[in-house]
């Protein structure tokens, strides 16, 4: 028939198939889960969902990732199996899960045929649309039909990644929306905010993320040329090299005329301050907090975005970033469909972006819109912790 036709098809490209290489330490005793991230990108709510299941359920976790993720108590990483049957079979044989939970829609047909030989519970989560595993797509007729339905429950993240996997044959999908990331709000000192805050005062602030020396002239650039518009505007400026603190400073000094205060020198940013450079980037929580605007730096000009742009948006600033995003590529895509943040071009186009924020109303939209996106996710979360819970009580 034609589906076991595309499924012997797909098992004879098999020699072709990488993974399954690690060697597999002893499985812990007791309840165990396999969480499968496609790639690192996808990992991060996955790693929250973890802390959830071992805080919630106390199982092991089994998290499976072509690159190594950050590691808790009862979290082990293995990269994936390669997905031929005899690898699914030694697998799933050795790990034996209690539930397997998939992200955003990679499929594999022999673990998800092995699965459901064993009747053991699939779910599919943050799913966008349905592909074969990079490495073994190709014309498998009736393939991914027959995958799909190995999967209980597929849980997309909007309705158009719905569709997609009803078009592809799902059974049972959900418009669920994203999972819940770990928090990026990172912490600070009140004390030394309220007192940065104070010497502020009323001026607008705008912040330059971990700038490469590649997009230190284009920073310096839109801030003369929002000083146009508002003689008051202070920057903070921090460089991706620590270490050229002093010769910025200097060069802004005499190129532009401008008070520059530096940390390391204990020197703070009084009112005639211009730009102010903290001396590491260790206090990022400090100024996301002061600055109603973060440009993120290396997305214009650099190797790409260095810092995870969730960090300003869980702390009330708008985000203004370039083409190249680095490995957030997908963050920054989620920030824009939700009208989140302000993509721009060239180095001109950070000047206009950064004038227009410095109206209050425009800036405080973007950091609302973003904020909502940092904090959205609890309740799938919730929801998919829920699921594991039945399946772990026998009622699913």
Sequence with gaps: MVLSLGRTLYNLTARRAGGGDDARPARPPGDLIWLHAAEVGCSRGLRQLALRLVEELGVTILLTCPDEVPLTANMLHQHPPAD??????????????????????????????????????????????????????????????????????????????????????????????????????????????????????????????????????????????????????????????????AELAAGMEAAEGWTVAQRALDQEPDTETEVYIPDSDAEYGLWYRLAPVSYMGGSLLGEGCARNPMEPAALGSAIVYGPRPGGYGSVFGRLGAAQAARAVGSAGDLGDALSDLLAPDRAARLAQAAWTLASDGVEVTDRVVDFARDVLDGRS
């Design 84 to 245: 031929t049957p005899a690898e699914a079979r030694a697998f799933l044989s050795h790990w034996a899960p209690a539930l397997v939970i998939m992200a955003e829609g990679e499929l594999r047909p022999a673990v998800l045929h092995e699965a459901e030989q064993r009747k053991l519970a699939v779910i599919m989560v943050d799913a966008r649309a349905p592909y074969l595993m990079q490495g073994r797509e190709g014309w498998y007729p009736g393939l991914i039909r027959t995958a799909l339905r190995s999967i209980k429950q597929v849980l997309a993240v909007d309705e158009a990644a719905a569709r997609a996997f009803r078009r592809a044959g799902a059974g049972e999908v959900a418009v669920a929306g994203r999972m819940e990331e770990p928090s990026a709000a990172l912490s600070y000192h009140e004390p030394e905010r309220a007192m940065l805050a104070g010497l502020m005062a009323t001026r607008p602030v705008w912040l330059a993320v971990d700038v490469p020396a590649a997009e230190e002239a284009a920073v310096i650039a839109a801030h003369r040329s929002a000083l146009r518009l508002a003689h008051r505007l202070l920057l903070i400026l921090v460089p991706q090299d620590a270490g050229r603190a």
